[in-house]
């Protein structure tokens, strides 16, 4: 039976707002980078993606929801991807770790440039705005949860011959990677590469301290059983 013409409309109305309402958050992503956050008006982001700027406000409401928005959905975009990656065995758990932590990275770039998270981690700090710092709190809580589940797939194997507390571990690894993230998006001249090398360095240094030789070498996963 054909779908009736009214859900039909409905339905294409539906996918018209949904990639209107990426398209305000793409343009104002590149203003906001561009000309900085307090600089861009709402009037500057109606004009780029090419509508008014009441309709900009009718989707969003302000400026600050737009970029929680694109900060925050985008992060939560990313995450769902990450997720759904088949893991890698059979090598140097250093270069698999330091993969994923560089993804992160790269996946966090695609969301925003450096000066928009600058801007945001910032606005973290000194804002009173508690939405906001909820939302940029359950981001780091999910980003510790991924690299915790990255981590319950593989069988690993401590140095000292005790049980893995896959949080703490997480934790470390994430650590380490904020770390250098803020050095990253602190310094405009460091690029994406050197950045990668830090990375990579860091996780050598980790795996070598925390994994025994058999597991850091092989990186086996864990059954299907055991995993997550």
């Not at 700027?53 to 975009?77: C, H």
Request: some cysteine.
């Amino acid at each position: 039976m054909p779908p009736q013409k009214g859900k039909a409309d409905t339905g294409l109305r539906g996918r018209k707002k949904a990639r209107r309402r990426q398209d305000i958050l793409r343009v104002a992503g590149t203003l906001f980078n561009e000309k900085g956050f307090d600089a861009t008006t709402m009037a500057d982001i109606a004009e780029a993606a090419e509508i008014s700027p009441p309709t900009v406000f009718n989707y969003f409401g302000s400026k600050d929801n737009i970029l929680s928005a694109l900060l925050f959905e985008g992060a939560a975009r990313e995450r769902v991807q990450h997720l759904a990656k088949p893991r890698s065995s059979g090598r140097p758990f250093a270069e698999i770790i330091g993969e994923l932590l560089c993804e992160i990275t790269e996946n966090t770039m695609r969301i925003a440039g450096k000066r928009v998270w600058r801007y945001a981690e910032s606005a973290n700090i000194r804002r009173t705005n508690l939405e906001f710092q909820r939302q940029f709190i359950d981001t780091d809580l999910e980003l510790m949860r991924l690299i915790r589940t990255y981590l319950r797939d593989y069988d690993l194997t401590l140095r000292t011959g005790g049980e893995p507390d896959h949080t703490f571990l997480a934790r470390l690894f994430f650590d380490r990677w904020t770390a250098r993230y803020f050095e990253f998006i602190k310094e405009d001249a460091m690029t994406l590469e050197e950045h990668f090398n830090d990375l990579r360095s860091d996780s050598r240094a980790l795996v070598d301290l925390l994994f025994a030789d058999s597991f850091a070498l092989a990186s086996p996963l864990r059954s299907a059983r055991q995993a997550r």
